[in-house]
């Protein structure tokens, strides 16, 4: 039985785990946080992604955690409304349609308890260096451990660690498209009932919103602002995240101050750019990426998601097909994905786009109408196969 670890607990990572189990590997994931991660955006289940979790036994159980949404409104800096929509959102789309839009720590969970018990989990600890040869990779832990595992698999994330060990600097990989995004939970002080209110000022460089979950008890907050030039900060310090969050919207209407207040006592605060990873090649020798640490498209894509749980039926059906041979499964991994992957990262793109549009002054208030999540040509454009 061939053992594999995987960097990474969020989504890619536990549905790999669940996959691989199936197909006879031992599974075991390291984690940097000490336990589940809390918090982050609404996410996607769509298209071949809603497949491969129907396939897990999951969907089911993801539609009835699903974010429950009524509509949406934008308003302008003093909380008029602009416009409204009962048949789309910003976060999920059309309402109408098959997609789930569900909360990343639940889905998170979800996945994980597929999975089953029968995976090794190691939270509060990463992995520090990596020694591959013929036999296998002699993994380092950041907690002293030293473990010989058959494959590496990098789910950790646009920052990961392990592309840096393996592949080199982020910076060969990352392209920042112009934007900083950030997510914490806050008190539904609005008095919100499964319904999301955005703000985007005409030629503003910030904009954002709230969405009422679980239950109308609380919001989840998303706001940014542009920056087209990265800035310098330590991804694990977010305390100085919260800081640059708050220089650059200071000032701001509508209810920016009250959500910003909030900000500071969050425990479940993510922030970072808008940003893609793009690479000639997902694996080195016995080390393979999935989800973003490969491929991220952005929030802007609203893929990231469905791309990991895709990616992870993919990586684990080629590693069963070609009977653990990592050679030739890494190879038909990539070309299997490699276009689905293509489209959805352009798909951010043309969203990005999109968005600039909206922010036009002579755009006026039907500018919230325009529906820049046109997700259908791409998600029908790829087929999940048996393995």
Known sequence: MKNVLISGASIGGPALAYWLRRYGFGVTVVEVSPGPRPGGQ?????????????????????????????????????????????????????????????????????????????????????????????DGVRVIFHGGTVRTFDLVVGADGAHSATRRLV?????????????????????????????????????????????????????????????????????????????????????????????????????????DSMAQIRMDSWSKGRVVLLGDAGYCGSPLSGQGTSMAMVGAYVLAGELKAAGGDHRAAFANYEKELRGYVTANQELALTNRARVEAQRDPEAGAGAGAVDFQDFGEIVGSFSVRDY
Do not use: C
């Open 42 to 134: 609404a996410v996607d289940v769509r298209g071949p992604a809603l497949e491969v979790a129907e396939r897990m036994g999951v969907l089911d159980r993801i539609r009835e955690q699903r974010v429950e949404m009524r509509g949406m409104s934008m308003v302008d800096g003093d909380g008029n409304e602009l416009y409204r929509s009962e048949e789309h959102t910003i976060t999920g789309g059309d309402l109408g349609g098959p997609d789930v839009e569900i909360l990343r720590d639940d889905l998170s969970r979800i996945l994980a308890d597929a999975a089953g018990d029968g995976v090794e989990y190691l939270y509060g600890d990463s992995i520090a260096g990596l020694e591959q040869d013929g």
């Open 167 to 271: 592949f080199g600097p982020e910076r060969d990989y990352l392209t920042h498209l112009g934007t900083y995004l950030a997510v914490w939970t806050a008190p539904n002080f609005l008095g919100l009932d499964r319904w999301q209110v955005f703000h985007q000022m005409p030629g503003s460089s910030w904009g954002g919103g709230v969405m009422s979950v679980r239950g109308n008890e609380e919001v989840r907050v998303y706001l940014g602002f542009e920056s087209e030039r990265p800035i310098d900060y330590d991804h694990r310090d977010t305390a100085a995240q919260k800081k640059i969050m708050a220089d650059a919207l200071a000032g701001g209407g509508w209810v920016l101050p009250e959500l910003l207040e909030a900000m500071w006592d969050a425990p479940d605060f993510h922030f």
